[in-house]
C-alpha cells in the first residue's frame, strides 16, 4: 500500500523537471511537441515484427533525459507499472503465431516472440517519450503550444482538465488509503482484494464532488470554458535546428535498418 501512495505521490512532481534552466526546457514547447510526435510516428510505422529498428530511436528519450537532467530513476519506476499492460497486448503472439523469422545474422526465431518484444518496445518507447515530453515541458507551455500549433480549443482545454483529473483522483485515493490504513483491525499491509470494488465506488462520488466543487471555484473566478495563455512563445534557431535534426533522424530511421546498416559496414 505505501508503495503505491509513494507512486501516486511520485506522478505528481512529473511538472518539476520542466522548471530547470537547460537546453530542453529552453526550447520552444511547439519544437519538442513536433520531434515527439514525429519521433512516435516513425515507431508506431515499423513493421510487427521490428526490433532492431526500432532501438535507434530510444535515442531520442536517451537525450531528453541527458540534456533536461532527468534522472532514468524517475522514468524507470512509471515505465513498470506500464510493462504488465504491454505485455498482456502480445502475450499470445508466441502462441498464435508459429512462423519462423531470420534475423541478419543468419539465426532463425519465433515471429510470435518478435511481435511480442516489438509490442513491449513500442508501448515502452512511447510512454517514455510521453513522460519526458510533459516532465520536461509542463502542461500549461504544452496546452498553449497546441493552442498556437491551431489545435481547437475545446480538446485543449479538455486535455489540461483530464490532466489536473488524473491528480485529483490520485490525491482521493491516497487520503481513502490512508483512512482504511489508520481504522483497520487487522495489522495486514495490503487491501483486500473484494474491498477494492467498494474503494472504486467511494473514489468515484467522492472525485465528482472534488471536481464540482473546482469546477464552481473556476465559474466563481470567471471560467467561460476557453484556457487563457499564460506563457510567451519564441521559435529560435535553436528550435528549426533541433526539429529538423529529428525529422532526418526519424526518416533515416524509419526508411532503413540502421541497425543493419551499421552491422554490414562494420562487419564488411
Known sequence: MK??????????SIDDYSRKDNFITQLDPRAKIISALVVLIAIVSQGSYSVTSLLPLLLFPVVIMALADIP??????KLLVMLPFSLMLGVLNPLLDQGQWLTPWGSVV?????????????????????LLLFSSTGIKPIVTALQRMKVPRVLTTQIYLLYQFF??????????????????????????????????????????????????????????????????????????????????????????????????????
Open 167 to 268: 491528480f485529483v483522483v490520485a490525491e482521493e485515493f491516497i487520503a481513502m488509503l490512508q483512512a482504511y490504513s489508520l481504522r483497520k483491525v487487522k495489522k495486514e499491509n495490503a487491501v483486500p482484494f473484494g474491498f477494492y470494488s467498494q474503494l472504486l465506488k467511494i473514489l468515484f462520488v467522492k472525485s465528482m464532488n472534488r471536481c464540482i466543487r473546482i469546477h464552481q471555484g473556476m465559474l466563481a473566478r470567471g471560467f467561460t470554458g476557453q484556457l487563457h495563455e499564460h506563457t510567451s512563445l519564441s521559435w529560435q534557431m535553436k528550435d528549426s535546428l533541433w526539429t529538423a535534426f529529428w525529422l532526418f533522424f526519424s526518416f533515416i530511421c524509419w526508411k532503413y535498418n540502421v541497425v543493419t546498416l551499421l552491422g554490414s559496414v562494420f562487419m564488411g
Open 72 to 77: 532514468f530513476k524517475f522514468l524507470s519506476g
Open 110 to 130: 519465433s515471429s510470435g516472440w518478435l511481435s511480442l518484444i516489438s509490442i513491449v518496445l513500442r508501448v515502452l518507447l512511447c510512454v517514455s517519450i510521453s
Open 3 to 12: 508503495l503505491l501512495q509513494l507512486s501516486l505521490r511520485n506522478y505528481r
